[in-house]
């Protein structure tokens, strides 16, 4: 490593802690709703939670590796420092600690498979292959504008409707609409990572989806992701849940702000609004998976 900055300071730069609330909110959700139901199981909920973190790092570790390669982290990229780019974490090393940890969550996940059957194995490998065909391969996920469907899906309905499934089985409709507000929390996170960096992104034809729709128009989708977020704990209240799943709307003004703050931001003035995406998410879905058990 080449740098000031330890050892510790540079594998934290790369895990990007701001971004792992979509890794450990819609567990959290998904165990509430089991338990809800009478079902909750806590050893497969910690794996889970360990699976889903480990899934999410190793995306951020591959996203690093592979954007070197591209040339899409450049100097002129407005985001925190990218350890592998800035000659902080060698390729070579990063590659070693990715294919690790890959190893790791796909030995933990086999305890789920072991508790809830095959269907978990299916979900754990098309997790991980989704985790290196973000950046990685030929037809990049990230670079196709596809990047925002993917993660709403596997970080949203995968991730929720996988941590009800290890602990109570066969998920009904009412935990996938719970599903939908980390989803589109988590899709929000991405868009304002990437209306950031749009210029940059198009310069090395990493066509994102606010690189092909414009700034404004991604900014409007964000806005609609987040009215989506605040609707899906009514319509769960409706499904037979708890009322006090509302709870969450109690995050609406960290929520408001960041809407406010991304029209009003620019360049690196973004990374705040990134940052707060993810304390909103968080708070959000505390509040709903603690209402969801009164």
Not at 30 to 36: R, T
Not at 82 to 102: C, D, K, P
Not at 136 to 165: H, N, R
Not at 204 to 224: D, Q, S
Request: hydrophobic share 55%.
């Amino acid at each position: 490593m080449s740098s000031n900055l330890s050892p510790v300071q540079a594998w934290m730069l790369a895990i990007r802690p701001k971004t792992l609330p979509a890794g450990a909110v819609p567990v959290v959700l998904g165990s509430a709703l089991a338990a809800a139901d009478g079902r909750f199981r806590l050893l497969p909920a910690l794996v889970a939670l360990v699976c889903a973190l480990g899934i999410q790092v190793a995306t951020n570790f591959i996203n690093e590796i592979y954007d070197f390669r591209k040339g899409a982290d450049t100097s002129e990229r407005l985001g925190p420092t990218r350890t592998v780019a800035a000659g902080i974490i060698s390729e070579g090393l990063m590659i070693r600690v990715s294919v690790g940890l890959m190893i790791v969550v796909f030995m933990l996940g086999m305890y789920l498979v072991y508790t809830a059957g095959w269907p978990i194995f299916l979900v754990g490998v098309l997790s991980l292959l989704f985790a290196w065909a973000y950046t990685g391969g030929t037809y990049p996920i990230a670079y196709s504008g596809l990047g925002d469907i993917f993660v709403f899906v596997f970080f949203g309905l995968v991730a929720v409707g996988g941590t009800y499934y290890v602990q109570a089985s066969d998920p009904g409709l009412p935990v996938l609409f719970a599903a939908a507000a980390p989803g589109a929390f988590s899709v929000n996170i991405l868009l304002v990572n990437n209306i950031r960096d749009i210029a940059t992104d198009r310069m090395v034809g990493k066509m994102t989806l606010p690189a092909r729709i414009g700034g404004e128009n991604a900014r409007r989708l964000y806005v609609l992701l987040m009215a989506l977020a605040y609707l899906m704990p009514v319509v769960v209240w409706k499904s037979g849940y708890s009322a006090w799943g509302m709870l969450s709307v109690l995050s609406f003004p960290l929520a408001y702000g960041m809407i406010r703050k991304l029209y009003d931001a620019e360049g690196r003035a973004l990374n705040d609004v990134l940052a707060g995406t993810g304390k909103a998410m968080t708070v959000h879905g505390l509040l709903f998976s603690a209402g969801l058990l009164l």
